[in-house]
């Protein structure tokens, strides 16, 4: 049975409903197991993650990935050439930023818990936090763009990282253009 959920679902800011059970004796533990089936609360997985990224699971042509941005942090201004995304917040409110280029984000908006972002291939991004609260997202990347499995405890980490690439069973373009950071 459905009720309204008193403070915002499951984590803060979260769903506006919940099902009456117990709370869960510990958070969703999630392990990346490559392109085979897999199930899973994506919501609750989401709102448990206190990582920057973690990877959740990985398939051939596309990847879960799970975010935690910090109160006034954001995830980036970025372009990836190859790489189309689905975001999607279930905490937290942000503001996105989307252009041609990187002085040039002629979109924006602002998003909070329920909200999606859809990011096509070459367009610059960013998603800042302008809540007073963790936000808490998802993100499909399509195709597949980090390592499976891998885990960045801080944006800086992920910045940092130089073994974060596709696994080499996944499908990706014919020619791959770098990504592009601001």
């Known amino acids: ?12 800011g979260a769903s506006k409903y919940i099902l009456q059970r117990q709370p869960k004796e510990s958070p969703v533990s999630i392990q990346d197991i490559g392109p085979r089936p897999q199930s899973f609360d994506l919501e609750q997985a989401t709102c448990d993650n ?6 959740a699971w990985s ?8 975010m935690s941005i910090p109160v006034g942090a954001d995830i980036g201004l970025e372009a990836h050439p190859e790489t189309d995304q689905f975001l999607r917040l279930d905490a937290g409110r942000g503001r996105v ?3 041609p280029s990187r002085d040039q984000l002629t979109f924006e908006k602002e998003v909070s818990d329920g909200w999606c972002v859809l990011v096509p291939a070459g367009t610059w ?3 800042t936090n302008v809540g007073k609260e963790p936000m808490q997202l998802y993100a499909i990347y399509a195709p597949a763009h980090h390592k499976p499995g891998k885990v960045h405890r801080t944006a800086v980490d992920a ?3 130089k073994d974060d690439e596709p696994a080499a069973w ?8 770098a990504d592009q950071h601001a």
């Open 1 to 12: 049975m459905l009720e309204p959920a008193p403070h915002g679902g499951r984590c803060v």
């Open 50 to 55: 206190a990582e920057y990224r973690s990877v």
């Open 59 to 66: 398939g051939r042509y596309l990847q879960v990935t799970l």
């Open 97 to 99: 930023q989307m252009g």
């Open 125 to 127: 991004h960013n998603i």
């Open 159 to 161: 910045e940092a990282d």
């Open 170 to 177: 996944s499908v990706q373009p014919s020619t791959v253009r």
